[in-house]
């Protein structure tokens, strides 16, 4: 009943064009509206939030989140981050993002472009926070493209992989240099020159991956204390269990 009743709160969404941050009936009205007790619209509207299509303000309502377009949703589950999986994050982005950034300053959607400077400070956020601001500054640098393709596919990225994400911005931790990278960039696209914006884009990214490069992380198999006894014992056999084992971690 409430995966059903989430679906018909959605199409209300859809139905009545609410974008994000604008406010939902109270479950009191949508309740009457269904035919069903309140504590139903509440475990629909609960399920929503967790994939932020409404979100909650305490002694304000509810409110349509950030993830009411969103095609790809992150994995609560997920193993936690390695160096291999964050290194994974910024090639991709660097495969995605400087051609991105020549689209941005070629098109140039004016009011795409005044949400990019508004989101150019992010970077001057701590990593959490930053992650919870209205827009991302490289999904800014995406939408002002024109291409809402584009946007979803970095947006998707970035919240797909968030833990990896919020371990880049610890790695590459020096918040000034972050926003003046960001504001090199956010000047290339206000002047249209999309070549600089793809190198500017290009160089901070490289730069964030030789950060990851160089920092510590935890190691990803536990250290072998048994001692001299176990290290002198024969090796256990490989089963299937163990290579099925071996995936999943």
Same mark, same amino acid.
């Given at each position: 009943m409430s995966e059903r009743l989430a679906d018909n709160i959605v199409e209300i969404i859809r139905s009545e064009r609410l974008g994000h941050g604008d406010a939902l009936a109270s479950s009191r009205d949508l309740a009457r509206r269904f035919g069903v007790t309140t504590p139903t619209v509440r475990e629909a509207l609960r399920r929503l939030e967790a994939t932020g299509v409404v979100e909650f303000r305490h002694g304000s309502g509810t409110y349509v989140g950030p993830g009411i377009g969103r095609r790809l949703m992150a994995n609560p589950h997920l193993p936690r981050s390695t160096r291999a999986s964050v290194l994974e994050l910024v090639e991709a982005r660097l495969v995605l993002e400087p051609a991105v950034a020549a689209a941005a300053a070629t098109v140039r959607m004016a009011e795409a472009v005044r949400e990019l400077e508004s989101a150019a400070s992010n970077a001057l956020h701590p990593p959490e926070?930053?992650?919870?601001?209205?827009?991302?500054?490289?999904?800014?640098?995406?939408?002002?493209s024109g291409n809402t393709l584009l946007r979803e596919a970095v947006e998707a990225l970035?919240?797909?992989?968030?833990? !990896?994400?919020?371990?880049?911005r610890h790695r590459y931790n020096d918040r000034a240099r972050d926003h @003046?990278?960001?504001?090199?960039?956010? !000047? @290339?696209?206000? !002047?249209? !020159?999309?070549?600089? @914006?793809?190198?500017?884009?290009r160089t901070h990214l490289v730069a964030i991956r030789e950060a990851v490069l160089a920092a510590d992380f935890p190691a990803e198999e536990p250290e072998n204390d048994g001692g001299d006894e176990d290290r002198d014992s024969p090796a256990a056999p490989i089963t299937s269990a163990t290579l099925q084992e071996g995936t999943q971690k």
């Open positions: 926070e930053s992650l919870r601001r209205a827009v991302h500054f490289h999904v800014a640098l995406a939408a002002a970035l919240q797909v992989r968030a833990h !990896d994400q919020v371990e880049i @003046a990278e960001h504001l090199e960039i956010l !000047d @290339a696209v206000r !002047d249209g !020159d999309a070549a600089a @914006a793809e190198r500017l884009t």
